[in-house]
Structures are given as structure tokens and as C-alpha cells.
């Protein structure tokens, strides 16, 4: 993880200088001492760049004088709209920028705390890369950022204000971890027993078994894992940093660390994306790390259910009827439509047990979700207007995006089963929505909003504050869901 330092602002002797521009303000202190150090190089350079400092914008100038290897100006566009994110975006610009410069300084001297320590956060998020197994990367191609140092006069209120951010993003860096590992290496075990690691956060961690799921009676979700060597895991971590006896928040994710579809097996083109059918799960766990990290006034408890789907002589078949721990039955058309399955029992298993104020779950569960919204917008599905609410503006406040679409009991006829209570697919038309529908069947009217992440788990392009690869979506916005709403002393 990047390294990140606040300083009392005087000009650094050597290496990259940053130097944050609002479109149409004049050069900051340290600017203006860069520039005269400089004998007038910098502002001749932003000049001939016709650079003004619009939103996205950076310039760089490459060895200007006074030490400098270069100097990055990065725009933050009109000073009327200061906004948090723009400050993560132009930290997220700049970790690009300067990818090669192993230390960088920042004239952070016109910015507040606050927006220091967003400029911080955005370039820490985007420096993250995973590349544990490139065993043959030579040295000088490896990205050589360590250090940013962010150069303001209030350099202890920013780095109070950073703290949070830090422990937010080592909470991101887990989830990116486990959604980034291959399918061999991360099984429902592994998973687990990356979980337990976390106790190490002050978070209790319990794990079952196949033979305790069973004994539940998880006939749903075991019925997925029965086709694959590697056993189920479901795992329940507890964060109990609210009040004592406060009911807690829930968050619920689906795990499937691969998914070829079972007996209903996939196409093999594009097959190797299933590793990160985990995502949801691995979301909820990133979370968990954040809350504990920085420790968070709240009791949130996060449960995840851990399975394969595999085709193999053990696996279930299309006909097969399951009974789920809620007692419901279930005929299993399409093998492939898994995650539903899973996501019953550990749903049912949480409004029973823990009683939570809501219950919010994350999953890649549908290919629809991404014909509707494409890769802009996670699905929302709520039975309540005011949690609704709450996750809109909080994707909004840190850009992780989401649309609501509707639950109707009219949907409810395209998954009426022959034989059992429902079936497990509702057909092609709105393939997302009836997903939904099935799984409202197993939250008990408490509270509860589904996030279809199919489309917003793994991204093919750089994002301003986002490598290519697992995203993490959903950690930042229910990180700022508790904060706004859940801990002593919010919101309400
Ligand atoms: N994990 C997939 C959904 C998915 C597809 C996630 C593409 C990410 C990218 C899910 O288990 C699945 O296979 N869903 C089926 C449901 C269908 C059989 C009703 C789908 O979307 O095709
Ligand atoms: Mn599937
Ligand atoms: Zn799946």
C-alpha cells in the first residue's frame, strides 16, 4: 500500500512535484515558489500547454530545474464544485501520472485537510495492483511508487482526517485481493480461512462446515456444492463496535469462487471471468475489514456463503427439488442459476439469527443485469424506500452507482413451479427482477435491499480511482451507508 505522509509545505529538494490546479486560480504559494525556483519554467510550460486546470486534466513537465524530475499539474476544474470525488480522482490521476517516480510531493497548500486526504485516498486506491504471481516482471518494470507526501500547513488535521481513508482502503485492498485470486487457489476453504485471518482486526469469525449446514437443513445451498470436491464454508463475521445489544446491520454475500454453470454448464469463452462470481462475498468481507479497521460505532454482522458449482457424477441435476432452510421447496431448472440458491439459505440464516436492522446483499447473480444497466450502474432491489434511498445517495457521494429497478408480485407467476414452491429461473424477460422476486421469498419482510454487482465486479479498463481488474464495488458505498446513517451519533 502506497505509503502516505503529510509535511509542513516547503519546496522538496528533488524527485515529482504535484501541483493541483482549480481552473482559472492562480498558482498556490508553493506553486509560485516551484515557479521561481524553476526560473519561471513551470508557468512558461502550463502556458504553452494551454493547461487551465479542468476537471481530468494533467500536464506534465519533465525535468523543469531545481531538483524537479518532473512536475505534474493536475486540474480540479472549476473551484464552485469542489467535491470530494474530484479530489479522489486527481489523487487517482496522479498515482498514474507518476507511476515510475518512486517519491512523490504534493503543494497541497491550497487545499483543506479534508481534501488532502481525499487526494491521498484516491491515489492509494488506484496504486493498488495485484501481482503476486508474475514471477519473471523485471525490476524497472514494476510500478515504483512508494511514498506520497502532501505538503499543507494543517498536516496534523489531514492526516486525522486520513486515517479513516486509510483502514477504508486496506478494507477495498482485501476484497480486491480475493476477488483477484485464481479459482484453484481460493476455494470456499481458502476463502474461509482468509476470513479467520481477519480476527486479527477484532472481528470474530465463525466458519461452518458441510456437516453443520447440514444438520440446518441448507438443502438449497448444498445442493449447489454437491458437485465439487471442494466443500462448502458458510462464514459469519460479527463487528461489535455499537452499543451492546443494539441490533445490527447485515450484509449478505453470494461466493460462488467458480461457477461453470453445473450440469447446465457454461460456454467456454470468457468461463475464466467466473473466478470473481465470488465478488459479492468477497465485497462483504472487504467491508467487514473497513468497519473493523476503523472502528465504526455500529454492530454490523457479514454472512457469505462459499461454494463451487461443478458439473460432476455427485452434482444436481435439472428437475432436482431442494428444500431450503426456510422450509421452502425448490425445483432446480437451470443448475446455472446458482447464486440464488446459496444466497436463500445464508438469507434466511440472518433474519433468523441476528434479527438486523436491514439486511443488504451483493451478487454477481445475473448476466441480465448487465444487458439492462451495462457497467455503470449495480441493479438495486428494495422492499423499503428509505434503505433505497440511503444506498442511492451513498453509491452517488463516492461514485459507486446504482439504479433501482422494480420487485412486483406480477413477476411472481414466471417462477410458479409444477412440483415445488418455485422454481429456480423465471425465464428470459426481465431475468433480474425474478431473480429478485426469489429471493425476497427468503428475507422474511425484514428490511432488505439486493445489489446485482454482475456488471460492476470486475471492470476491462482503468477507472479514475480503479485499476483494470476487481473493483471492489460496494465496500466504499456501504462503508458510507453505516457512517451517514448506522453509527452512534449519525444520522439517526
Ligand atoms: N454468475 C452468473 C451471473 C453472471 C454472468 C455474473 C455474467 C457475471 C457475469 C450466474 O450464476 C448465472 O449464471 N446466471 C444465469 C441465470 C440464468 C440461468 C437464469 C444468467 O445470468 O445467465
Ligand atoms: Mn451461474
Ligand atoms: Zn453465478
Known amino acids: 500500500m502506497l505509503d502516505i505522509a503529510f509535511a509542513a509545505p516547503s ?25 521561481q525556483a524553476t526560473d519561471g519554467a513551470i508557468a512558461r510550460a502550463l502556458a504553452a500547454a494551454e493547461f487551465k486546470g ?25 473551484p464552485a464544485d469542489r467535491t470530494t470525488r474530484r479530489l479522489e480522482d486527481a489523487g487517482g490521476a496522479v498515482a498514474a501520472a507518476l507511476a515510475r517516480e518512486p517519491e512523490i510531493h504534493v503543494a497541497a497548500d491550497a487545499l483543506t485537510p479534508a481534501e488532502a486526504a481525499s487526494l491521498a485516498h484516491g491515489a492509494t486506491l488506484r496504486a493498488y495492483r495485484f ?4 514471477t519473471k516482471e523485471k525490476p524497472e518494470d514494476k510500478p515504483r511508487l512508494a511514498r506520497l507526501t502532501l505538503l499543507i500547513a ?29 479459482p484453484n487457489i481460493l476455494n470456499p476453504a481458502e476463502f474461509a480461512e482468509r476470513c479467520r485471518g481477519l480476527a486479527a482486526l477484532g472481528l470474530e469469525v465463525e466458519v461452518m462446515g ?38 445490527p446491520v447485515a450484509f449478505i454475500g453470494k461466493g460462488v469462487t467458480f461457477d461453470t454453470g453445473g450440469i447446465s454448464i457454461k460456454p467456454a469463452g470468457g468461463m475464466e471471468d467466473m473466478k470473481w462470481d465470488m465478488a459479492g462475498a468477497g465485497t462483504v468481507t472487504g467491508l467487514m475489514a473497513a468497519l473493523a479497521g476503523r472502528a465504526a460505532k455500529v454492530n454490523a454482522v457479514g454472512l457469505i456463503g462459499l461454494v463451487e458449482n461443478m458439473p460432476s457424477g455427485n452434482a444436481q441435476r435439472p428437475g432436482d427439488v431442494v428444500t431450503s432452510y426456510s422450509g421452502q421447496t ?81 413477476y411472481d407467476d414466471q417462477i410458479k413451479s409444477a412440483i415445488a414452491d418455485m422454481k429456480n429461473v423465471g425465464g428470459r424477460p426481465g431475468g433480474s427482477i425474478t431473480a429478485a422476486q426469489f429471493l425476497q421469498r427468503f428475507v422474511n419482510g425484514k428490511p432488505w435491499a439486493h445489489l446485482d454487482i454482475a456488471g460492476m465486479a470486475w471492470s476491462s479498463k482503468d477507472a479514475a480511482c480503479t485499476p483494470k481488474g476487481a473493483t471492489a464495488f460496494g465496500v466504499r458505498l456501504l462503508d458510507r451507508l453505516v457512517a451517514d446513517h448506522y453509527e452512534t451519533g449519525a444520522g439517526q
Not at 529538494?13 to 504559494?29: T, Y
Not at 501481482?131 to 508474475?134: A, G, Q, S
Open 54 to 78: 479542468a476537471k481530468g486534466k494533467t500536464c506534465t513537465i519533465l525535468a523543469p530545474g531545481a531538483g524537479f524530475s518532473r512536475v505534474l499539474a493536475v486540474g480540479l476544474g472549476k
Open 330 to 410: 425448490i425445483e432446480v431448472i437451470n443448475t446455472d442459476a446458482e447464486g440464488r440458491l446459496v444466497l436463500a439459505d445464508v438469507l434466511w440464516y440472518c433474519q433468523k439469527n441476528f434479527d438486523p436492522v436491514f439486511m443488504v446483499d451483493l451478487a454477481t447473480l445475473t448476466g441480465a443485469i448487465i444487458i439492462a444497466l451495462g457497467h455503470e450502474h449495480a441493479g438495486m432491489f428494495a422492499n423499503n424506500d428509505e434503505l433505497a434511498g440511503r444506498l442511492d445517495a451513498a453509491g452517488r457521494a463516492v461514485g459507486e452507482k446504482l439504479w433501482r429497478m422494480p420487485l412486483a408480485e406480477a
Open 210 to 247: 458441510p456437516a453443520e449446514m447440514h444438520t440446518l437443513g441448507f438443502g438449497a445451498l448444498l445442493g449447489v456444492a454437491q458437485g465439487s470436491v471442494n466443500e462448502a464454508r458458510m462464514v459469519v463475521m460479527r463487528w461489535n463496535g455499537g452499543a451492546a445489544g443494539a441490533k
Open 131 to 134: 501481482d503476486k504471481y508474475r
Open 11 to 35: 519546496l522538496p529538494p528533488k524527485g515529482a512535484l504535484v501541483l493541483p490546479l482549480h481552473e482559472g486560480a492562480a498558482l498556490s504559494g508553493l506553486a509560485q515558489a516551484a515557479d
Open 154 to 182: 494543517e498536516a496534523p488535521a489531514a492526516e486525522a482526517a486520513y486515517a479513516p481513508l486509510r483502514r477504508l482502503a486496506e478494507g477495498v485492498f482485501v476484497t480486491r485481493d480475493l476477488v483477484s485470486e485464481p
